[in-house]
């Protein structure tokens, strides 16, 4: 059975990058098959050893060659850190896929580094385990983070509730004094930058500034130990750390380590026994920002989080209003939901905390948010008889403040999703 395996030519923020192969090319696992131009962008590397067989605008298809292996094409050596990065095809492999060359450009000798270990969206957990199981493959990631950007301070933010990630960390870190853990609520959207950095250092940054004006530098916690293996090992990100969730025959939930890009969601799912059944969607990413895909097409690429197969949609055929939130799903995710529901789209608001930033939404303070009740009355008026909404944890909360005492109903668009594994629903939740 002949296996081709895709490589998107886009994993990361910017333009898509450009092949550097030819059709017919053998290429051997690690080898770079495509790079960015210019602007933004991370050179790719292949996680197979194949033949190229097909390239076009957006992905380079190479055919699995018979003989494989967890060897690879080391990167050449460099003179610096943020070259290695560079020729790793490093970028934030929380979801954003900023490329972490550009962030390492940065020289702040009075800032610190900021570990985001919040893994911020429930049921993904490959962060914590990793921290659980090799906690110095993220540290050393932060040293070398530190080293290059002349930081002399550096802060792991992590949820509390992580006690034993925490416990790992802690022994890891028995002498290193430039490092501090700093633990965080068990809220969402905890991850966000500016949420994080707010928990970390007690400043509020604009929607429009970036976390350099705090004197910060935020990684993610797989990206930092990308860090670490790209100076130490010469390796390029070929593989990845995904979590498997949901409606599964064998499990609620299972942790895969160093999958080869390019692999198809299908193997993994079908590796926890398969979907149980009939389901609703796949879920790629997380509950809350990840996106729905169709199994067969859905392949594990340098920013893929997470994927969760959920239950049905429950069914409402009746007016619902939309409640978008910058910190949640965006207006066309809760369209999507509401069209597998059958319900009938009245009235679309933005959640008051929203600005508009190039087009972008962005909230103005992430996990802090106000109240909702005039949102809630407005959706009154346009005859709304249920209300969808994808806000983060507090604003959740204000929604049901206000909601229920208009006989408004709500449906939060992680519902189903949590549902599925028995989790705690988005409504009225304690912020310790």
Not at 118 to 125: T, V
Not at 250 to 279: A, Q
Not at 307 to 325: D, Q, R
Request: some cysteine; hydrophobic content about 35%; overall charge negative.
């Amino acid at each position: 059975m002949t296996t081709m395996v895709k490589f998107p030519l886009k994993m990361h923020i910017g333009a898509n990058c450009e092949p550097i192969v030819k059709l017919g090319q053998l290429v051997k696992r690690g080898e770079c098959i495509a790079a960015p131009n210019n602007g933004l962008g991370a050179k790719i590397h292949t996680s197979i050893n194949g033949e190229i067989k097909e390239i076009n605008e957006n992905e380079i298809v190479i055919l699995k060659g018979e003989n494989q292996s967890t060897d690879y094409v080391k990167i050449k050596e460099c003179n610096s850190i943020k070259e290695y990065v560079f020729e790793a095809g490093i970028v934030g492999a929380g979801g954003a896929g900023f490329p972490t060359h550009v962030k390492l450009n940065a020289e702040i000798p009075e800032g610190c580094i900021i570990a985001n270990c919040a893994e911020c969206e429930p049921l993904l957990k490959h962060n914590i385990k990793l921290l659980e199981e090799n906690p110095q493959e993220v540290i050393k990631g932060i040293k070398y983070a530190m080293e290059a950007t002349k930081a002399p301070k550096a802060y792991i933010g992590i949820k509390s509730k992580n006690k034993d990630a925490i416990e790992s960390i802690k022994k890891a870190l028995v002498n290193e004094e430039n490092i501090e853990i700093k633990e965080l609520k068990d809220i969402y959207p905890m991850g966000e930058e500016r949420a994080l950095i707010h928990s970390v250092l007690g400043v509020w940054l604009e929607p429009t500034q970036l976390p350099l004006e705090a004197g910060a530098v935020v990684l993610n916690t797989e990206t930092l130990a990308n860090i670490k293996r790209a100076v130490e090992d010469r390796k390029p990100v070929i593989d990845k750390d995904i979590t498997i969730a949901g409606k599964l025959k064998d499990t609620e939930s299972r942790i895969f380590f160093n999958v080869p890009i390019g692999t198809k969601i299908e193997e993994l799912v079908n590796e926890c026994g398969g979907i149980d059944g009939e389901y609703g969607e796949l879920v790629i990413g997380g509950p809350y920002t990840g996106k729905s895909a169709k199994l067969e097409e859905a392949i594990v690429t340098k920013i893929s989080g997470g994927a969760i197969a959920t239950i049905e949609f429950p069914e409402f055929k009746g007016n619902v209003g939309l409640l978008v939130c910058a910190c949640g799903a965006n207006e066309d995710r809760l369209r999507d939901i509401a069209s597998k529901m059958h319900s009938n789209v009245v009235s679309v608001m933005d959640c008051k905390n929203i600005v508009k930033i190039k087009g972008a939404n962005k909230c103005k303070t992430p996990g802090d948010c106000p109240g909702q009740a005039a949102v809630v009355m407005q959706f009154k008026k346009d005859g709304a008889e249920r209300i969808i909404i994808s806000n983060c944890s507090d604003c959740s909360n204000t929604v049901m403040n206000s909601a229920p005492k208009l006989g408004l109903p709500v449906y939060h668009h992680t519902d189903h999703v949590f549902r599925t594994v028995n989790h705690e629903l988005t409504r009225r939740l304690e912020i310790e």
